[in-house]
């Protein structure tokens, strides 16, 4: 306790920028953040509303903080050194090209998950010049929106619904629907059996899910993650598949012919799922790569019969 106020005092009392990023980087260094130095300079910017490279030009031109901002510095210094993750201290997560809001209660929205994005649109096919009609989608688990989100947005002719049970998470979802859904995202909140229940048969394009899928016993290594991230938000039974099992069953009743199911998962769940969803009904089922080269997404095509098969290796 006695170090915390310390940090905030001493923070408070700097006001050169380089000085700031410098100690800004050791307290989180201590503290046993990994890439300090990155961190720091995000940390600066996100409180100073500027980006990385102003706060580099800043430090190098030796200019100075007002003193409010360096108390805020030192305040958000203080909860990061704590733990808290960078994005709940600051606020918002990067995804896509939005500046999602986060804190407390809901899932941060990851870099990779951008990959089940732009996969979800890939997989719908995309021509904005179609005079074909709108198509339907539902982002399963849906936290801050980002999934449904990004789809919509990127896909310019899906109108999405984002499902979500947790009433902590509800209000960011209800905020970032608000300030990025363009009208084309709508929210439901309540668990996903119930939303399924109410989707006319047959009549999706897309459903798309980062799901819980992390097994009972594999507890995250990072910090921030276990006592952070809800935990109905990661875990789905002792080989964390129970949670994409019932999605399986319930998009196979939802989706139309030659709709899309696409998940996010383990990087060693891959060949479970696409049994899975064979399973199901569904066919051509596929493993995908994200952005870091892992196999951690799976897609399959409801098919016209509902009887399932052909499983595909993975696509690189
Ligand atoms: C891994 S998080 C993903 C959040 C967001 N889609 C993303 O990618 O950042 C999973 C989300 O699913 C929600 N969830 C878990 N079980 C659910 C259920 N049965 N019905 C609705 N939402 C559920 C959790 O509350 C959590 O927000």
New binding site residues.
């Given amino acids: 306790m006695t170090l915390r106020v310390n940090v905030r005092e001493t923070l408070s009392m700097i006001l050169h920028v380089d000085a700031q990023r410098k100690l800004v980087r050791e307290q989180l260094k201590a503290a046993g953040i990994a890439d300090s130095g990155v961190e720091a300079d995000l940390l600066l910017a996100g409180v100073l509303g500027i980006s990385r490279g102003e706060v580099q030009m800043r430090s190098l031109l030796g200019r100075e903080l007002s003193e409010m901002e360096a108390r805020e510095v030192g305040a958000a210094t203080a909860r990061r050194a704590r733990r808290e993750p960078l994005q709940h201290v600051l606020g918002v997560a990067p995804f896509l090209d939005m500046e999602l809001a986060v804190g407390p209660g809901v899932?941060v929205?990851?870099p990779e998950?951008e990959s089940l994005v732009t996969a979800a649109v890939a997989l719908l096919g995309q021509d904005p010049s179609s005079s074909v009609g709108q198509l339907t989608g539902i982002?399963?688990?849906?936290?801050?929106g980002?999934?449904a989100l990004g789809v919509a947005r990127a896909h310019g002719r899906i109108r999405m619904t984002a499902?979500?049970?947790?009433s902590a998470?509800w209000p960011w979802l209800r905020a970032n629907v608000e300030a990025f859904g363009d009208g084309h995202v709508d929210v439901f909140f309540g668990?996903?059996?119930r939303a399924f229940s109410v989707v006319p048969p047959g009549s999706l394009d897309l459903v798309v899910s980062?799901?819980?899928y992390v097994p009972a016993a594999n507890r995250p290594e990072s910090r921030e993650v276990w006592r952070h991230d809800?935990e109905?938000?990661?875990y789905s039974g002792v080989d964390g598949l129970d949670?994409i099992r019932e999605l399986a069953t319930w998009s196979s009743a939802a989706l139309a012919r030659g709709g899309v199911l696409i998940v996010e998962h383990e990087d060693s769940q891959g060949a479970e799922i696409r049994q899975i969803f064979a399973d199901a009904g569904f066919i051509d089922a596929a493993t995908r790569q994200d952005l870091t080269g892992r196999d951690r997404l799976t897609s399959a095509v409801r098919s016209a019969s509902g009887e399932g098969g052909c499983d595909q290796p993975t696509i690189m």
Avoid: K, M
């Fill in positions: 899932f929205p990851r998950t982002d399963v688990g849906s936290g801050s980002a999934v499902i979500e049970r947790s998470a668990d996903a059996e980062n799901p819980p809800p109905e938000a990661l949670f």
